[in-house]
């Protein structure tokens, strides 16, 4: 027997609420943001659950927890419409909002009293109502009689099939107790309509993730005009395509290289060593752009990485001074952290650095001794070539 809930449906829903930072940055889409990881945490669990259990149940409880998991999974879908204008087309008069549970009006006289039948909703509605006794007075549907009120006492998970007709589907049985009739009744619903019907509701999900699409592509066309100012400089260069990713709500390292540009040199023998590494950073801002402007933001922090790895000295320790120095002297660290950046500089200076510049934590900023460790790693590197 096929699952009868497809599970990439929710599994697309999260891949296009993942795809951009703007539903969880952005005011307006928050609310999406939010439902939308509500409803995926229990989507999930309700479909395996579902998925698992498709054959009829042998006890009420079995069928209870069917129908809780199948009601969580259809409310998701209706939700995610709701908050996204979408309209289902499971509308009232529609052909399509009766496919499942017609002929059960028909056969148990479920009708309204111009003769119509209630649709598929509103039949789900109802079988919820009494399988669950909740409420335990079950008077909403309109298709009962003029304050006609009803009570379910118990469920018949799984009726045997001699008390069914011949080549009947598997069916389960809901007590009836009404104010209309004196004795009780049994309304008989085959299992896999109920099934049916819960996936025929959550597939609607996908008409809420064309829509998440639509808002994205929509984004992305107005990202694609936001072209990066080629300034007097590559610091302004660079700024100007820091503020574009920040209005896309993307993180990346170009702050980096605006810092590793801006250092200036505190020895005049590291002068000409620190101008000849910012003048590579800044061959770098033509492909950068075109990263920015292309949308390609995996292109670009894929590109940053290289740009900015470390190839670190083979001596002993050198990959852990290095890690400390780069985790410690930041504006994030404390100040234990910072002393301790600054003690592993001094000691990558004496292993290593002394070679190829000239460090003095002393006398330095943090970014400018992170850059003469780069710079000194660089040299050490092509040295041993």
Known sequence: MNCPIDEKIYQELRKAL???EIFCCEKEYLKLYNLGYALLERVEKCAAYVNEHIEPPSTDEEFFLIMMYGAMLVDAAGLLLKELKIKS???KGEQISYCYFADVCENQNLQFNDGTIPTDKEVWEYIR???FAHPFETSRP???EKGEIQYSPAIIANIKPEFLPVDAEPTIGILVYSTAFPEIKVLNIPYMRILDYISSRYQLLALGTERIKQIIAEKKQEWVKQKVEIGANAIDTLKSAISIMENRHEETALGDLVLLLEVQSTFEENRLQ???YQSKIESTIPPIVTFVESLDTDGLNNYLEQILQITKPKYGGA????QKIFSGLNQHADKREQNWGLKQAEAFYKSCGYKWVKIDVSQMGNEEI???VRIA???EAQNKK
């Open 18 to 20: 993942n795809e951009t």
């Open 89 to 91: 087309p499971y509308q």
């Open 129 to 131: 109502a009494l399988s």
């Open 142 to 144: 309109q298709f009962l």
């Open 274 to 276: 620190i101008r000849a």
């Open 319 to 322: 990959d852990y001074q290095i």
């Open 370 to 372: 992170k850059l003469l």
């Open 377 to 379: 790693c660089e040299q």
